[in-house]
Antibody
Framework: EVQLVESGGGLVQPGGSLRLSCAAS????????MSWVRQAPGKGLEWVAN????????YYVDSVKGRFTISRDNAKNSLYLQMNSLRAEDTAVYYC????????????WGQGTMVTVSS | EIVLTQSPGTLSLSPGERATLSCRAS???????LAWYQQKPGQAPRLLIY???SRATGIPDRFSGSGSGTDFTLTISRLEPEDFAVYYC??????????FGQGTKVEIK
């Protein structure tokens, strides 16, 4: 079964750091671009970051540039999001998603992990 | 940056009725890069339509997508109880950015 499972969310103070992980299974992880998408409570979806199959290209939404870093370990079938200098507005459910270049869409999503930035 | 505007914000319909959801882009979007997702409360989004009009695997044929340029439409021909949810359009831009519309909630009337 194709699956993405996120972990690492939690409560963190403003200015703090958190590292999210996403474990992939059921497909050839190293063949796909991977992404993080977030959703603030009661709000819509916002793409956060993407990473190429070999990690050589990374893209970020402007609001997280310089604070968040996306990375991957293809040997471990894992995707990561290092989040530094966290702000209240980063509070959201963070989803790991697979980008299908063939379909040009996010075709597989994890269940999400909640990040709360509050003092 | 391309902005996607979805309308209406909320659509109140009864089971069996037809739903027509709109997604308008601030500039022309390649049809190949326009997708629709469904999200139910407490669940992750699910891909419905890609390439503006192609149904994803396992999506019933009551869901259809159409449009080009700046105007795209998701149509649900006859609403089933499980179709009441929030729907998002999404586009992939040439500047390596991905944007979503703000969503349309389809609720039971």
């Amino acid at each position: 079964e194709v699956q993405l499972v996120e972990s690492g969310g939690g409560l963190v103070q403003p200015g703090g750091s958190l590292r999210l992980s996403c474990a992939a299974s059921g497909f050839t992880f190293s063949s796909y671009w991977m992404s993080w998408v977030r959703q603030a409570p009661g709000k819509g979806l916002e793409w956060v970051a993407n990473i190429k199959q070999d990690g050589s290209e990374k893209y970020y939404v402007d609001s997280v540039k310089g604070r968040f870093t996306i990375s991957r370990d293809n040997a471990k079938n894992s995707l990561y999001l290092q989040m530094n200098s966290l702000r209240a507005e980063d509070t959201a459910v963070y989803y790991c998603a697979r980008w299908s270049r063939g379909r040009r869409a996010f075709d597989i999503w994890g269940q999400g992990t909640m990040v709360t930035v509050s003092s | 940056e391309i902005v996607l505007t979805q309308s209406p914000g909320t659509l109140s319909l009864s089971p069996g009725e037809r739903a027509t959801l709109s997604c308008r882009a601030s500039q022309s979007v390649s049809s190949s890069y326009l997708a629709w997702y469904q999200q139910k409360p407490g669940q992750a989004p699910r891909l419905l339509i890609y390439g503006a009009s192609s149904r994803a695997t396992g999506i019933p044929d009551r869901f259809s997508g159409s449009g080009s340029g700046t105007d795209f439409t998701l149509t649900i021909s006859r609403l089933e109880p499980e179709d009441f949810a929030v729907y998002y359009c999404q586009q992939y831009g040439s500047s390596q950015t991905w944007t979503f519309g703000q969503g349309t909630k389809v609720e039971i009337k």
